[in-house]
Every structure is written in C-alpha cells, then in structure tokens.
C-alpha cells in the first residue's frame, strides 16, 4: 500500500489548505484513513479521520469546525480540507490507512511520507 500527499505549503492565518491523499494497493478496500500531523520537537498527534464508507468521522477538539475529511473512493483519495489555519497548526501532516477511523496511532498499518503545512502569522 502506498500513500502520497500532496497540497501542502505556506498560508497566512487565517487562509486555507486543502491537502490531498492518493492511496494505492489492494487495502485501500475497506479501510479507514487518518491524517495526523507532527510540529517540530512534538510528537505525531490526531487530527482527523474517516470510516471506509465516509458515515463516520472524527477530528481532534483542536481543529473541530475548521478541518474537514472526505474521502472519494472512486479516486482512491482522502483530503483534508484546512480553514482559518493558526500559526499552531504548523506541522507535517501525514496521511495513514488502517482498519476503521481509528483517533490512535497504534490503528494505523500504513503511513505517508507527509506534506509540510507552514501558516505565519
């Protein structure tokens, strides 16, 4: 299985980012995906994630009415579209896929090489 972002780059608080996942290999079927992000010197923290069939979805309180996770199975993607991005927000923001719409890492088989999100202030 293979994961690439893409999307990332530099916004001004207040702006937007929409990132994008590709998922490729036979567990893309039924899996559940996350993104999850990690600033430097902190460690990889949840941010949102989604059930195979898109019913279900959950966010980290911190970015809860701002980010939104959909998913396109007939794409093979999962995005993640960021508004009224915070300075904090700052991060590498990797893209997973596991079994369910796990908000903990241990739930997560396969990782992405992450896409860099920078929002000054």
């Known amino acids: 299985v293979q994961l690439v972002e893409s999307g990332g780059g530099v916004v001004r608080a207040g702006g937007s980012l929409r990132l994008s996942c590709i998922i490729s290999?036979?567990?893309?079927?039924?899996?559940?995906n996350g993104w999850f992000r990690q600033a430097p010197g902190k460690e990889r923290e949840f941010v949102a994630s989604i059930d195979w069939l898109g019913h279900n979805t959950y966010y980290a309180d911190s970015v809860k009415g701002r980010f939104t996770i959909s998913r396109d199975n007939a794409k093979n993607t999962v995005d993640l579209q960021m508004n009224n991005l915070k300075p904090e927000d700052s991060a590498e923001y990797v893209c997973a896929a596991g079994f369910g719409a796990s908000q903990d890492i241990i739930g997560y088989d396969y990782w992405g090489q992450g896409a860099q999100v920078t929002v000054s202030s």
């Open positions: 290999g036979r567990t893309f079927s039924s899996s559940g």
